[in-house]
């Protein structure tokens, strides 16, 4: 078995050549540059081989899985076969933009304009928050396993929506609204804090994702020989699915730096981390 259920869908065009789907539970592998250690490797694929042949011989292929990565053993003369992939059932794949949660559960995506496709570590119950510019007017259907809601576009960038039941190791899709610049996915339950930079300084947001108000302590460490204008805040009564933020300027080398917020608001306390170029 992968270790991700993937979704339905097709290959991109990969660095060796090709893949097509023949049929259902058929791949063919058109090989138009042999790799140099003579190995194709076909990311994502969800389903398990059942056997891997050449093509036009029936010769058996040396394969193996690497992660939810397919890797075929090319012979090293002659010309590159076409290699025959038969599938343990339907195909599916796991998208090359796909997220899995981490180790606190949570998800910080930069949308790219297409739907983003998330993974959870283990089933929960997960609440969304987008972040953006979005006329207040409109209206919005949010889709996640196999639930919806709808809201108004204000609604959209001021609460938390939810909640959906993620399943366990399954790509799910999320479609993000057009002018959300950010999209914070967490379990609920969780008190979350995310950094969200600006022209001339950086914010410090923490988002209840719980049921009940939150109250904690927020600090914002930076290394040495950097500068802060404002580096610990307190926060109480903070209701359900809203957020709260801070402004404060930053100075240090130019580059890129990672910071992370320190958060403590309850053993659900979490922290997304986020670089910063100066």
Same mark, same amino acid.
């Given at each position: 078995m992968a270790l991700i259920q993937g979704i339905p869908g097709e290959f991109e065009p990969q660095p060796w050549g090709e893949a097509i789907l023949r049929s259902r539970e058929l791949l063919l592998l058109r090989i138009a540059r042999r790799p140099p250690d003579h190995e194709v490797r076909l990311p994502g694929l969800a389903t398990t081989p059942r056997h891997v042949v050449e093509d036009h011989t029936g010769?058996?292929?040396t394969w193996r899985r690497?992660?939810?990565?397919?890797?075929?053993?090319l012979p090293e003369i002659g010309e590159p076969p076409v290699v025959r992939v038969a599938l343990q059932g339907k195909l599916r794949i796991v998208p090359p933009d796909t997220v899995t949660a981490n180790?606190?559960?949570?998800?910080?995506?930069?949308? &790219?304009?297409?739907?983003?496709?998330?993974?959870?570590?283990? =089933?929960?119950d997960v609440a969304v928050r987008f972040i953006g510019l979005v006329d207040p007017d409109s209206r919005h259907q949010i889709r996640l396993a196999?639930?919806?809601?709808?809201?108004?576009?204000? *609604?959209?960038?001021r609460t938390t929506i939810g909640p959906f039941p993620m399943p366990e190791l399954r790509v799910l899709p999320l479609t993000v609204p057009a002018g959300v610049r950010r999209v914070l996915v967490a379990p609920v339950? &969780?008190?979350?804090?995310?950094?969200?930079?600006?022209?001339? *300084?950086i914010t410090v947001v923490v988002t209840n994702f719980g049921r009940t108000p939150a109250r904690g302590e927020v600090e914002l460490p930076v290394p040495a020989g950097w500068s802060a204008s404002e580096q610990v805040w307190t926060f109480d009564g903070l209701a359900p699915g809203r957020s709260v933020?801070? =402004?404060?300027?930053? =100075?240090g080398p130019a580059g890129a730096h990672e910071l992370r917020v320190r958060l403590e608001a309850g053993r659900r306390s979490a922290s997304s981390p986020y670089v910063v170029h100066l």
């Open positions: 010769k058996a292929l690497d992660g939810d990565d397919l890797v075929v053993r180790a606190d559960g949570v998800w910080d995506l930069t949308p &790219t304009g297409t739907p983003a496709h998330l993974v959870a570590r283990r =089933a929960t196999g639930r919806r809601y709808g809201v108004t576009g204000h *609604e959209l960038t339950g &969780t008190v979350l804090a995310s950094i969200h930079p600006g022209r001339d *300084e933020g801070w =402004a404060t300027r930053i =100075a």
